[in-house]
């Protein structure tokens, strides 16, 4: 079977079970199989496909099929322009938290060296954004699954910032308590599970093959931001920032977890204009 006709057969497939990017799905797996890009298949539509790899594509195309996200089959996904990899024990990294990563940035410019704490890092997708972009920080990146933190150290690893990053396994900020740190963060960073629980079984296939503790954030979404806000209190300087990411119906439940002690509480917007992540600033002269 030539290259045209094996992508024509596996987008048939595709859109039969409802996938609305088929097309694009069969080409980045075939691509993905045979280690070139996407470009080369159109310049390749005659060109015949070996038998193994035909089977194999057609064994992608079957986990698929049964919701297995996309990246999680090719093992990778690309975030704030990196490329890095993702398993099954991490939350895929979604576009809109790049969000997270730049307004960190932008809180934390000009300072001379940055101490930042990524907490529920996953794959690391915000630690290791952030120690590309930022060369003189510190960072600390917390999670609560020892395969998650293993992915984030080799995705750190990958992009030459393992030395610049700490990787704490626990639960939320409690790995700091105690430590040197505390009270010496410039700004921590939360992409934290916030779906309700009630929500879950009405999530898409694909969502529901994520692990479930990276998506269940109690009865109203905001149970892990409810115990964070108080901790990060605590590991932040005076002037410090908190930056949770939630879903745009949370807005208002999350700025009233914030007390008198917080002020500059600010509510910023993703790309499709939703109401995607909450700031606040800690009191005190920085």
Excluded at 11 to 34: P, S, Y
Aim: aromatic letters at 6%; proline letters at 6%.
């Amino acid at each position: 079977m030539r290259v045209k006709e094996l992508l024509a057969a596996g987008t048939r497939r595709l859109l039969e079970a409802g996938i609305k990017e088929a097309r694009l799905e069969a080409e980045v797996l075939l691509a993905h199989l045979m280690k070139r890009d996407r470009l080369f298949l159109y310049g390749a539509a005659d060109l015949p496909v070996p038998f193994l790899t035909q089977l194999r594509f057609w064994e992608l195309v079957g986990r698929r099929l049964a919701g297995e996200p996309l990246a999680y089959l090719l093992g990778k996904r690309e975030f704030w322009g990196l490329e890095l990899e993702v398993t099954p024990a991490v939350l895929v990294p979604r576009p809109e938290t790049e969000l997270l990563v730049e307004t960190g940035l932008e809180k934390v410019k000009g300072k001379e060296s940055p101490l930042l704490v990524d907490v529920g890092t996953g794959s690391g997708a915000v630690a290791v954004s952030w120690a590309v972009a930022l060369p003189q920080a510190r960072l600390l990146a917390l999670d609560a699954s020892p395969e998650a933190l293993s992915c984030a150290r080799r995705n750190a690893r990958r992009h030459g910032v393992e030395e610049r990053i700490t990787f704490l396994a626990g639960d939320l900020l409690s790995p700091l308590e105690a430590s040197p740190v505390m009270g010496k963060v410039d700004l921590v960073g939360a992409n934290l599970p916030y779906i309700p629980r009630a929500f879950l079984p009405t999530l898409s296939r694909e969502v529901r093959r994520e692990p479930r503790q990276a998506l269940d954030g109690g009865t109203d979404g905001l149970a892990f931001y409810r115990r964070l806000v108080p901790q990060a209190k605590k590991i932040l300087r005076p002037g410090g920032y908190l930056l949770c990411e939630v879903a745009p119906w949370q807005r208002s439940g999350m700025l009233e977890l914030f007390d008198e002690d917080w002020e500059e509480l600010e509510v910023r917007h993703d790309l499709a204009g939703r109401a995607r992540l909450v700031l606040a600033r800690l009191r005190g002269k920085a």
